[in-house]
């Protein structure tokens, strides 16, 4: 069931590295060996990494619309939910689903946008002014 | 500078193979299979009101540090475990353990780490590595997932040890210091094999066990009417994702534990215990089969018969064969 070549992604980083792992033959024979993961966890982890990316993309257009806050986009792309958000960044929950609207996130001042930069990775210039 | 002669060895499973490698080090030959089942890896629960990546949480394993804790217990070895909250004595205590020639084992988030395949890089924070040396102002690692020893720099290190998010790891660093050189594992394994038979059968709570696998298959019947389909799709890829993905060895653990039983029944000498691991590679097989029709449905490229429906059909036929298996093996003496 192991693959020998590596599968191909959409994203030609992914699937280059060899796990081990563990399979069991008619007759009684445990094995391992070591090889790329099989096609079936090709397709479910494209599957993920498809959502993720349709998320973030509709994000970055509502953002760029102004119905959403850059925060949402930028929250997208770090594979954050808000919760998870909350707890990185040190911000209560409702506080941060607040800060989705454009009219608050105008208004925050730069200790609570450095938080947010911090954990993005990127500086309050960028964070204001998604490209 | 500090490189302790620590022997790198690919495993399925992250924190078993850790602990194995460790206890390696320490002069006591254990195998990765025999870790996870003496320090009762093998689970099931279906948590359909916790959330993780947009889905609901279905787990195959139980929670992250009990392994370790449990054989290590089992078998009689020394160990500590340290949780911090100043990143920079976290590292300290890091380089003064490794001065003292003891390797380490690190709960880290995986969201961060530079030498992770790309394709798993999600915010995980449950997995776990080994740190065996200290070269040029970087950190060698021997991580079970990846195929030779790989080095990380001071920073990315703590970065990762203190990844933030559900089930933080809080810079959790734990290694044995002092291991029995010989030990008789009967009752360990017994205790083990006995533990397992319990969570997967006699929990009296429907989401835990067997019963949590009738129960997802419950639910799954109804995702596409309830959900849709591409949300559906997307709840069955996590559960297939949770049940491959890294770390599992594959359908689940079930791989694994199976030949933990095929062991086992060497090591305490109970030839009774090689058939169930039978029964178990059986069953494991059948979950692969579960996750490479499912896989094929996410794709929308099954047949007509290949639907909901089947697959939880599926499930039951697994949650059948489990429960048989670990209903004989509660008796085990």
């Known amino acids: ?131 | 500078m500090t490189k302790l002669d620590f022997e790198h060895r690919q495993s399925g499973h992250c924190e078993s193979g850790v602990t194995s490698n460790l206890l390696n080090y320490h002069g006591f030959k254990i195998s990765e299979p025999l870790v996870f089942g003496i320090g009762t890896g093998l689970f099931f629960s279906y948590l359909p009101f916790l959330k993780m990546q947009h889905a609901p949480v279905t787990s195959f394993r139980v929670w992250p540090g009990m392994v370790f804790d449990r054989a290590t217990k089992a078998i009689g070895a020394k160990t500590r475990i340290h949780t911090f909250s100043d990143p920079k004595e976290s590292m300290d205590l890091l380089d003064r353990t490794l001065e003292k020639g003891i390797p380490v084992g690190l709960q880290v988030g995986t969201f961060h780490l530079p030498f992770f395949p790309p394709e798993y890089r999600m915010h995980y924070n449950m997995h776990n590595m080994v740190v065996y040396g200290k070269e040029n102002g970087s950190y060698l690692i021997s991580d079970t997932v990846i195929e030779k020893p790989v080095t990380i720099t001071y920073e990315d290190l703590m970065r990762v040890r203190f990844a933030k998010g559900a089930f933080a790891p809080k810079g959790r660093m734990y290694y044995p210091f002092e291991v029995p050189s010989e030990i008789d594992l009967k009752p360990a394994v017994i205790a083990g094999i006995r533990k397992t038979a319990y969570y997967m059968t006699g929990v009296p709570f429907p989401l835990i066990g067997v019963k949590g696998i009738r129960y997802l298959s419950r639910r799954m019947r109804n995702w596409q009417k309830k959900y849709g389909e591409a949300k559906a799709s997307y709840y069955l890829g996590q559960v297939l994702r949770m049940e491959e993905e890294v770390g599992t060895a594959g359908a689940g653990f079930r791989f694994i534990y199976g030949a933990f039983l095929h062991e086992a029944a060497d090591v305490i000498n109970q030839p009774w215990l090689r058939d169930i691991s039978f029964e178990m590679g059986e069953n494991a097989n059948k979950w692969r089969e579960f996750s490479y029709v499912g896989s094929r449905n996410c794709k929308k490229r099954a047949k007509p018969e290949e639907s909901y429906d089947m697959l939880a059909d599926m499930l039951l036929d697994c949650a059948g064969r489990e429960e048989k298996i670990f209903r004989k093996l509660s008796k085990i003496r």
């Open chain 1, 1 to 131: 069931m192991e693959n020998e070549t590596n599968p191909v992604y959409k994203d030609e980083r992914y699937g280059q590295s060899r796990e081990l792992f563990y399979f069991y033959e008619e007759g009684g024979k445990f094995e391992k060996k070591v090889g790329y993961h099989p096609d079936g966890s090709r397709i479910i982890l494209q599957q993920a990494w498809d959502l993720f990316n349709e998320r973030i993309e509709e994000a970055k257009q509502k953002a760029l619309a102004g119905k959403v806050s850059p925060v949402v986009y930028y929250m997208e792309k770090t594979l954050v939910s808000p919760l998870d958000l909350s707890m990185h960044t040190g911000i209560s929950l409702w506080r941060v689903k607040r800060h989705f609207k454009p009219r608050v996130f105008k208004r925050l001042n730069d200790k609570t946008l450095a938080k947010y930069a911090e954990v993005f990775k990127v500086s309050i210039d960028q964070l204001k002014n998604i490209e």
